[in-house]
């Protein structure tokens, strides 16, 4: 298997414009996780999927970011529109089960100037 | 949210084993400890988990207290490529809703 793939590996992008992150996850798996990664805050958990459906999104910062499953092998990350403030690298990593262990992307990192 | 600390830093020299504590005394009676690594640039990578008994895998060991409110990551052998950040997380039973704190900066050196 691949492991789990993430378009594009970078995007440069001008504030206020649609930015669109993608993930593959690994085929089986049945929860797939967001993460966003920052000097500042770390590693913080934004939304997670089980079974294509979200299930915790309190991670979410604003209305501006949403995200879809629509199957099991596809998910994006919508950014709309994007600030300063949203430069960070993007995970998407996915797991089959309840507790069962994670298997992260390369990531995306996201600079909005 | 249970939660998990860690020391900031720790230095190791190649070939000796790599110690790496952590503690969750908040963790409650059914949730897994979890440790992964993420080496610069790159997505954390998972090691090894586990929720009473100590569990060995052909990366590394975790030794689990019996009052489980802390567990160590053991390297046995440490090589350059084992230095990265490593995170021991727990996750919530109500979902796999896994966390991380700052993690330990693991420098091996040679």
């Known amino acids: 298997d691949a492991g789990v793939i993430q378009s594009p590996r970078h995007e440069v992008t001008e504030m206020g414009q649609e930015v669109t992150l993608r993930c593959k996850p690994i085929?089986?798996?049945?929860?797939l996780f967001w993460y966003r990664q920052t000097m500042m805050r770390g590693l913080e958990l934004l939304i997670y999927f089980n079974n294509n459906v979200p299930i915790d999104d309190s991670g979410m910062p604003e209305d501006r970011f949403s995200a879809k499953m629509p199957n099991a092998s596809f998910s994006t990350l919508k950014i709309q529109p994007s600030e300063p403030r949203d430069s960070a690298v993007y995970f998407c990593?996915?797991?089959?089960?309840?507790?069962?262990?994670?298997?992260f992307g390369s990531g995306t990192q996201l600079s909005v100037l | 949210d249970a939660k998990t600390t860690q020391p900031p830093s720790m230095d190791c020299a190649e070939g000796r084993a790599a110690n790496l504590p952590c503690n969750h005394s908040?963790?409650?009676?059914?949730?897994?400890v979890y440790w992964y690594r993420q080496i610069h640039s790159q997505g954390p990578q998972y090691i090894i988990h586990g929720l009473k008994n100590n569990e060995t895998n052909e990366m590394a060991s975790l030794i689990i207290t019996e009052d489980r409110k802390s567990s160590t990551l053991i390297l046995p052998h440490a090589t350059l490529r084992d230095t990265a950040v490593y995170y021991c997380?727990?996750?919530?039973?109500?979902?796999?809703?896994?966390?991380f704190g700052e993690g330990t900066q693991l420098t091996v050196n040679p």
């Open positions: 990593a996915s797991s089959y089960g309840g507790a069962g262990a994670l298997f």
């Open positions: 085929s089986g798996h049945n929860s």
């Open positions: 997380s727990d996750p919530q039973t109500s979902g796999s809703r896994l966390t």
């Open positions: 908040t963790i409650s009676g059914n949730e897994y």
